[in-house]
């Protein structure tokens, strides 16, 4: 039986699952087997502090942070030069050191160009520490397919305007499945070679 996440409010019905972890790593556990894709992409950001740009959230440390600069909503653009499937986000999100920086409310949309975009999941949280999933599907596939997603933070924290994001990973599926990994040959000829590594 699962227990309720405490830091979850409400979640879009779109949202498969959503979960506040604590992350002294940087790959949350429950993205294990899936591929961060966060540097094939282009990132463009809506606003930041001098200092606190899109390089803070991309390092891999939990130390530094991206801060917003201007009034909500803020956004984090991501693109891909192809068309790509993403499985999951993940935000790395500490309320106890950022208070009223701490985004509340995060819409994911993704589509072709910015004219496309549609909103593929949205999340409300409460106090959140650590990593914050956000396992995206479609309603037709278990991934959306998108050449763009975008983040918006529409909310923080004690009605907070600037917002703090300590890092952002993008999750595609894996391309190597069990089954590629351990072949079921039907021929006793091939399946001699069936261990060999």
Same mark, same amino acid.
């Given at each position: ?5 405490p830091?979850i ?19 949350p556990?429950?993205?294990? %087997? ?18 606190? %740009?899109? *390089? ?11 801060? =917003?600069? %201007?009034? +909500? ?10 068309? /790509?499937?993403? !499985? ?15 985004? =509340?409310? $995060?819409?994911?949309? @993704?589509?072709?160009? !910015? ?20 396992? $995206? *599907?479609?309603? !037709? ?8 997603? +975008? ?9 907070g305007?600037? /917002?703090?994001?300590?890092?952002? !990973?993008?999750?595609?599926? =894996? ?13 006793? &000829?091939? @399946?001699?070679?069936?261990? &060999?590594?």
């Open positions: 039986m699962e227990v309720p996440n830091n409010i409400n979640h879009d019905d779109r949202v498969m699952s959503v979960s506040a972890v604590d992350a002294n790593t940087l790959v556990s429950s993205m294990r %087997g899936l591929r961060d894709i966060g540097s094939q992409a282009t990132w463009w950001l809506s606003s930041c502090k001098p200092g606190f %740009g899109i *390089d803070h959230l991309r390092d891999s440390s939990l130390e530094t942070y991206w801060q =917003s600069d %201007g009034p +909500q909503p803020h956004f984090i653009d991501i693109k891909f030069r192809r068309k /790509t499937a993403i !499985k999951a986000m993940c935000f790395y999100v500490d309320y106890r050191q950022d208070e009223s920086y701490t985004p =509340s409310r $995060i819409s994911i949309r @993704a589509g072709n160009t !910015k004219l496309d975009l549609v909103e593929v999941a949205k999340v409300e949280v409460f106090e959140p520490v650590g990593w914050v999933n956000i396992e $995206i *599907d479609s309603g !037709k596939e278990d991934c959306v397919r998108a050449f763009m997603i +975008q983040v918006a933070i529409l909310s923080n924290h004690q009605n305007r600037d /917002t703090h994001l300590r890092q952002v !990973k993008v999750f595609t599926p =894996s391309n190597t499945t069990p089954s590629e990994l351990n072949p079921n040959f039907t021929s006793h &000829i091939l @399946a001699q070679f069936r261990d &060999i590594k």
